[in-house]
């Protein structure tokens, strides 16, 4: 088959020929329906130089779903030709978090598949017509509703917004105000995402006209150019206060610093874009009592509720499909701020 590998660091992803994936004991071969291409492969490709538990070579593409091919020796619960979707981030499976559903945070990580990783992060993802998946347990069934391609961004795209958001509900009552900024591949859902599940008031914060555009379709109540005046725009639409819920899907120096000025005292500042920035936290830099927290990823169980929302149309991945041949265009598009929600490799 062909798969889009990265072959290492600092370079561009290849479409090379290689094996089909064989399932050994308790593994399971998917053949892809669809598979997101997260703007965090472009920092893989261009930003990382190590540092991380894992290393290029391998199979891009973390956020999949596609039909199960192949059931290894004792594999039970799912049956070929059912559509599935993949979680992504892979554990060991028997620590506290992992036992809990939350292998983002795995506390063994020598134990897992691979460390801190998964299918596309260390090891062969879903850029390819088939997948390894290293336990049935990774693998939620589709519902009514959904493809495999409009699954699969719900994966990553859906899943990280939907534990970012899920963690500030209990600050999301009527009357408040959540801002999300950057709204891309997983800005684009996390507004959905607060409007299905809150009833904040969205503010949506992104340079490109096409992006705030998408944002005003789904919903958002306002939407603001980053700039001199973004700030002060969104403390006067909020009365003067600030926002309750501040959501960070860029992650640079400057969208930090806007998340601080524009944060309400006792509100949430979450940093999920992972652009490189700092952000100085002190005494008087930041309102008081204002939490700041980075997430990675979501949890099995938040995957299921991502994915029932998604099912029943409260939540829609905008998207536009490529085929394998042209994976490493999109990547280029979406290095360019050129692809609108998210773009999705279809095999
Ligand atoms: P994307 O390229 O699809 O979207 C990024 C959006 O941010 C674009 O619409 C862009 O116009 C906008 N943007 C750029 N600069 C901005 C600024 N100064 N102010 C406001 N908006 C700005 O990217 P994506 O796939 O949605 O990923 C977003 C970030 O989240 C990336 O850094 C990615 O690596 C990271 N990420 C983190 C996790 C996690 O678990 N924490 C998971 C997936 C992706
Ligand atoms: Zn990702
Ligand atoms: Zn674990």
Redesign the pocket.
């Known amino acids: 088959m062909y798969a889009l590998r990265l072959p290492g660091w600092k370079s561009e992803p290849v479409l090379v020929e290689v094996e089909d994936p064989r399932p050994g004991p308790g593994q399971v071969v998917i053949r892809i329906g669809g598979a997101g291409?997260?703007?965090?492969?472009?920092?893989l490709m261009h930003d990382f130089e190590g540092g991380l538990p894992w290393a290029p070579p391998f199979t891009l593409g973390h956020e999949n779903a596609g039909w199960v091919h192949e059931l290894g020796a004792g594999v039970t619960g799912v049956d070929v030709g059912q559509p599935v979707a993949v979680y992504g981030p892979w554990g060991c499976g028997a620590c506290p978090h992992c036992r809990l559903g939350i292998e983002?945070y795995c506390e063994n990580p020598m134990a897992a598949p691979v460390p801190g990783g998964g299918g596309g992060l260390g090891l062969d993802g879903g850029m390819a017509e088939y997948m390894l998946v290293p336990d049935a347990r990774f693998l939620v069934p589709l519902m009514d509703g959904l493809s495999p391609a409009a699954a699969a961004p719900v994966t990553?795209?859906g899943l990280?917004p939907y534990?970012?958001v899920r963690r500030s509900w209990a600050k999301l009552a009527p009357g408040t105000t959540a801002v999300v900024?950057?709204?891309?591949?997983?800005?684009?859902m996390g507004l959905q995402i607060l409007k299905a599940t809150t009833a904040a008031r969205v503010v949506v914060?992104?340079?490109?006209d096409d992006?705030l555009a998408l944002s005003t379709e789904l919903g958002a109540d306002l939407t603001v150019?980053?700039g001199d005046t973004?700030a002060a725009d969104i403390r006067e639409y909020t009365h003067g206060v600030g926002a309750d819920v501040v959501l960070d899907?860029?992650?640079?120096d400057?969208?930090m610093a806007?998340g601080a000025a524009i944060t309400r005292q006792m509100g949430d500042l979450t940093?999920?874009?992972?652009?490189g920035g700092t952000l100085p936290v002190s005494f008087f830099a930041v309102p008081y009592e204002v939490s700041i927290q980075?997430?990675?990823?979501?949890s099995r169980p938040e995957l299921v509720e991502v994915l029932d929302l998604a099912s029943r149309g409260l939540i829609t991945p905008h998207f536009t499909t490529f085929p394998l041949s042209e994976a490493a265009h999109a990547y280029e598009l979406?290095?360019r701020?050129e692809?609108s929600?998210?773009a999705v490799i279809v095999p």
Do not use: E, M, N, Q
Request: charged content about 10%.
């Open positions: 291409a997260c703007h965090s492969d472009l920092h983002t990553d795209a990280t534990h970012a900024i950057g709204a891309g591949g997983l800005g684009h914060v992104d340079p490109k992006a150019k980053p973004a899907f860029v992650g640079a400057a969208t806007l940093i999920v874009g992972i652009a980075t997430t990675y990823w979501g979406l290095a701020g692809v929600g998210r």
